[in-house]
């Protein structure tokens, strides 16, 4: 069966591992190495098991442990042609591959798709598991564009960004050049419009949710999982019938794994 390790979610690092317990992928590496080797630990998963890092982009909070944790393991790194420039220094000695088409990694079938965000080209996946079954992961992105969208939709288990309350954000310590960027088109997803786009991937087939990439400093995890939960009850989708909504924490102290 499918499983999901969510090992970290957030400003201070992102990763997840995603596949079987014998052979599965990375999707980022923004903890070191010894801190992603001990989440994966604590959800049961060797890190033999890896079979490759996928990127999403080149923020220092998806790619700080991506070259110790290739290098130790002999992992190949996946990410598109402006990623891999981005990182073209950091990233010596390790083997890279320019990922523009799908690629079929660990038994499992990945989709690359452009995301919005302020990097040099960011990317979501889509991901067809071994047994068959679709999921889908978008964050770091300032709006669901109409490919985002074509990419979430019908996929089983979606992880997508609710980092932000605007109201929080606005009223907050941040400067306003960081806040401005944020609220773009190529910043983060906030509460309301993640919450607004839920209805359409549970009409659409989404039986999971896991909202992702909280801020800290603008959001709490109460406060996007009611947003979410209140813009589905309005839309009639049922919690525990119609769909299961959770909300990834910054790190996955009781190693915890959602199989599906």
């Known amino acids: 069966m499918a499983r999901l390790c969510p090992l970290f979610s957030g400003s201070t690092g992102n990763s997840y591992y995603i596949g079987s317990r014998s052979a599965g992928v990375l999707l980022d590496a ?5 801190q992603l080797e ?31 944790l290739a290098k130790k393991y002999k992992l190949p790194v996946f990410a598109s042609q402006g990623t891999l420039m981005a990182l073209e220094s950091s990233l010596e000695g390790v083997e890279r591959w320019v990922l523009e088409d799908r690629l079929e990694l660990a038994g499992m079938e990945i989709t690359p798709f452009p995301t919005p965000h302020d990097s040099a080209q960011s990317l979501g996946f889509r991901i067809t598991t071994a047994d068959h ?10 709006e ?27 009223c907050g310590p941040y400067p306003y050049y960081l806040k401005r960027r944020i ?48 813009a589905l009850a309005a839309a009639g989708c049922r919690p525990g019938t119609d769909f299961r909504l959770e909300v990834a924490a910054p790190d996955n102290p009781e190693g915890k794994t959602i199989i599906f």
């Open 183 to 230: 609220l773009s088109g190529r910043g983060h997803l906030s509460n309301g419009d993640c919450a607004a786009f839920l209805p359409e991937l549970v009409r659409a087939g989404a039986r999971r949710i896991l909202l992702a990439h909280l801020s800290r400093e603008n959001n709490t995890p109460a406060l996007a999982g009611e947003t979410a939960l209140g």
């Open 38 to 68: 001990q989440a994966l630990k604590r959800c049961e998963v060797d890190p033999l098991a890896i079979q490759g890092i996928l990127i999403t982009h080149e923020h220092s909070d998806h790619v700080s442990g991506v070259r110790v």
């Open 30 to 34: 923004g903890r070191s190495a010894r």
């Open 144 to 170: 669901v564009t109409p490919c985002v969208r074509e990419h979430l939709l019908g996929a089983e288990f979606v992880v997508v960004e609710s980092n932000h309350d605007r109201e929080m954000l606005r």
């Open 133 to 142: 079954r679709e999921f889908a992961l978008a964050t770091d992105l300032g």
